[in-house]
């Protein structure tokens, strides 16, 4: 798509904004003054109070991120050796693609370790690793467990028998870009750094409206926003699909990690948060490499991508606290301790509003129904405004025509994914990992092993 035509979208796209604002204003004074709708005083007054807060952070987010530079790319005889990491669950040929991504990576083969971990799979996942070994003798250790362990598991152990320094972590559904490795490699040319993030974007676009959806969501919260904490070195979250550690600092904290516990109930899920966490917390840098970027798969459909949003929300509940408490532990008149309380004090935010407001709005649905469905609109109205932000972005860097979704995402998270945050409070022992069950059952080896080991090559970002 040429320039012309990505400007002439985005042009559209604030058109119907304004049009949408418009009307907006015509509404809410036919509900003010036609239905007679009073809102409280103290709602007012805490609508600017965060509206105020959240322009001062996404303008903190535009600057940071606007400075952001990432690390410059070693060359391929400078990289040190790295160990890439691969934990299996019920991927059956996904995890080929995977390793077949991995080996193709532009990065020095006697530098390169993989070790690729099934997890106890109920389906052919360790017949595929096998079959990606056998076709390139002696580069993947073949780990495999009996019984399901549970991805921390599976990580420990990688990280356990690593033989590099540098390790990194690759979900079994994740494709990497060419250059990535050597991309995330380089984030470690600083020695105070102890993890870095790497890019990820969605795979699996032309399945759904819920991938396009969420493409633009993570080009704004996987892109910008870590830009913008990898300036002051506390990136709040490694991705699992695609992230990097330095082994000897991650040791002291390791078992740890793999102890953990929260409300008395073991932490299986949000590993990754736990490790850029605790990584931060021990005074260690975690930063974001732009140009790592990997390609990974989210759910599609409706239930599965709620168990999906259920298993984050709950490990940011508890991440964001024990961040939060990190953070003002100590105050400290430095920029770097300032930006991080701000970080932790939005982010914190961020869980503590949407876990209340639909709460909220069903007393005032039962009490004042004619006032709810005026703030249903506001919110709805409010949503889209700020989803313009990200949709600006995407429509800049990827596309024009698509970035419109991230403004309908911001309609259909108020409406069909508003209960997320109040359920996973409520729930929030429950640790399961929701999405880890049994997919394909009956597959054609002969035709899967042709797209897999034929087209070894293919990791673009399809639009």
Request: aromatic content about 12%; proline content about 4%.
């Amino acid at each position: 798509m040429n320039n012309s035509v990505k400007q002439k979208n985005i042009a559209l796209i604030l058109w119907l904004c304004t049009i949408l604002l418009f009307f907006s204003g015509l509404l809410f004074d036919f509900t003010g003054e036609t239905l007679g709708l009073v809102f409280p005083y103290y709602f007012l007054v805490l609508t600017c109070i965060l509206s105020g807060l959240a322009l001062s952070y996404y303008l903190y987010i535009a600057v940071s991120a606007y400075c952001y530079h990432p690390a410059q790319l070693l060359s391929l005889n400078d990289l040190p050796g790295c160990t890439v990491i691969v934990p299996a669950y019920n991927e059956g040929p996904h995890v080929a693609e995977t390793l077949n991504s991995i080996l193709s990576a532009d990065y020095p083969q006697e530098k390169l370790e993989i070790i690729a971990i099934d997890d106890g799979s109920a389906d052919d996942t360790l017949y595929w690793i096998e079959e990606v070994s056998s076709r390139n003798p002696g580069r993947i250790t073949v780990i495999h467990f009996p019984r399901n362990q549970g991805k921390k598991h599976g990580l420990y152990t990688g990280f356990l028998k690593a033989k590099y320094d540098i390790a990194v972590t690759v979900d079994s559904d994740t494709i990497l870009e060419s250059g990535a490795l050597q991309q995330i490699v380089s984030g470690f040319s600083d020695p105070e750094v102890g993890s870095v993030a790497g890019n990820i974007r969605i795979r699996n676009l032309n399945e759904g409206i819920l991938p396009r959806m969420m493409d633009v969501g993570f080009m704004f919260g996987f892109e910008v926003i870590r830009c913008a904490q990898s300036l002051i070195g506390c990136v709040m979250c490694t991705p699992g699909a695609f992230s990097a550690y330095r082994r000897s600092l991650l040791f002291p904290f390791l078992d740890k990690w793999m102890k953990q516990k929260f409300l008395g109930i073991p932490a299986t899920t949000g590993e990754d948060r736990a490790l850029a966490t605790m990584m931060i917390c021990s005074g260690k840098k975690v930063v974001f490499q732009r140009e790592a970027v990997a390609h990974t798969c989210i759910p599609s459909n409706y239930t599965r991508f709620c168990k999906m949003l259920l298993r984050w929300t709950r490990s940011d509940i508890r991440e964001n606290a024990i961040i939060f408490i990190h953070a003002f532990k100590k105050l400290q008149c430095n920029h770097i301790r300032i930006g991080l309380q701000y970080h932790a004090l939005v982010q914190w935010i961020n869980t503590l509003i949407p876990g209340i407001f639909p709460l909220a709005m069903i007393v005032i649905l039962f009490f004042m129904p004619l006032t709810f469905f005026a703030l249903l609109y506001c919110g709805i109205f409010c949503s889209c405004v700020a989803a313009l932000i990200p949709a600006f972005i995407y429509a800049k860097r990827v596309s024009g025509v698509f970035s419109v979704w991230g403004i309908f995402f911001a309609i259909y998270n108020t409406l069909l994914l508003s209960w997320i945050v109040p359920y996973s409070f409520i729930t929030v022992k429950n640790s399961g990992w929701l999405t880890r069950d049994l997919q394909n059952k009956n597959i054609n080896r002969g035709k899967i092993q042709k797209i897999v080991f034929g087209v070894q090559k293919n990791t673009g970002h399809n639009k």
